[in-house]
């Protein structure tokens, strides 16, 4: 059983996943900013960036949810709801 995370502590982990893994400057990392315009996220890293919400999930995340997302915020909401 998956323990419930806020979205605060969501934004968190992500954060350290994108400024760790993909070397993006966390001042970049808002919840309004986009993966590809503004994070410069390509197919590739979208992938990437779903299985590493695999491993803090533990949860499978399926392709439809993640062809939706374009924010940090969508990221967020989509994790929420798998842990939901």
């Not at 400057?25 to 590493?52: G, M, W």
């Amino acid at each position: 059983m998956c323990a419930k995370y806020s979205k605060e502590e969501i934004l968190n982990e992500l954060t350290n996943i994108l400024a760790d893994d993909f070397e993006i400057k966390r001042e970049k990392i808002t919840p309004d900013a986009n993966l590809f315009e503004d994070l410069e996220f390509d197919s590739i890293d979208a992938v990437d960036l779903a299985v590493r919400l695999q491993d803090f999930t533990k949860q499978k995340i399926s392709p439809e949810n993640f062809k939706q997302i374009r924010t940090v915020e969508d990221v967020i909401n989509a994790v929420e709801q798998l842990l939901g």
